[in-house]
């Protein structure tokens, strides 16, 4: 049986409680923090920077995926990862370099994923997939939680995982914006394993957001 993992979001909780949300996300069974890194240039919104994400580290024995959307992220990622990511995201749209970038992140023993925009095609992506860890496709335009999920979104994520299957690859696919209870099913069922909820988490009771995404998400192989 393969466990589909949830990742919880922070963008959505309530920040005057940022601990407590932490915790609790721990304590229902969250298997590890989303963490957008958002730098107002290459999104329309800022939020957190290294200092706030090591404390956070040292706040939650989860493992922190920080999603990176910024401008030149070949020179952010390091700091994220002296912080205590054990992901990094990078946005395809944001490197010129790529591939280059990927390995300094993996030099790092640091798991290194690409993301693309809900207008970028995962074709674009034929070249890197050998290389990286995973694949974020973001299926809502990124720098805001609680927006509608992209349709479209789900095609790409078939295709990804068509890819990995006939190339033999083991790269994850996960999926960031709008992930909701009626939705989860058929994102499984496109081929996603990791999946990411901000709103739909942290704007319920989580315990029970968890219970149903566990059942949901249940796949026997
Ligand atoms: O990267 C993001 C936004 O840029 C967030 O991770 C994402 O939007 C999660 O929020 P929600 O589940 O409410 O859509
Ligand atoms: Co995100």
């Avoid at 229902?28 to 919104?45: A, E, K, R, S, T």
């Avoid at 996960?174 to 901000?198: F, H, R, T």
Wanted: glycine share 6%; charged share 25%.
């Amino acid at each position: 049986m393969i466990q589909i993992k949830l990742l919880a979001s922070i963008l959505s909780c309530n920040f005057l409680k940022l601990e407590e949300e932490i915790k609790d996300a721990e304590l229902v069974g969250c298997d590890m923090l989303h963490l957008d890194i958002m730098d107002g240039h290459f999104v329309p919104n800022i939020t957190i920077g290294p200092d706030i994400v090591r404390q956070i580290h040292k706040a939650t024995k989860l493992k922190l995926d920080v999603h990176l959307m910024v401008e030149n992220p070949s020179f952010w990622s390091e700091k994220f990862i002296n912080a205590g990511a054990y992901s990094i995201t990078v946005h395809q749209e944001a490197d010129y370099h790529l591939n280059r970038l990927i390995n300094s992140i993996k030099g790092k023993n640091t798991r290194a994923l690409v993301s693309i925009n809900p207008a970028t095609s995962p074709i674009l992506l034929e070249y890197i997939l050998e290389y990286i860890d995973g694949v974020l496709i973001m299926s809502v335009n990124p720098g805001f939680g609680g927006q509608a999920f992209i349709e479209n979104s789900l095609k790409k994520i078939e295709y990804l995982s068509k890819f990995k299957y006939l190339h033999n690859l083991e790269f994850v696919i996960q999926v960031d914006g709008g992930v909701n209870l009626d939705n989860i099913k058929s994102l499984i069922d496109a081929g996603a394993d990791e999946i990411i909820a901000g709103s739909a988490l942290f704007k319920v009771n989580k315990s029970e957001f968890v219970k149903k995404f566990k059942e949901l998400t249940r796949v026997t192989i």
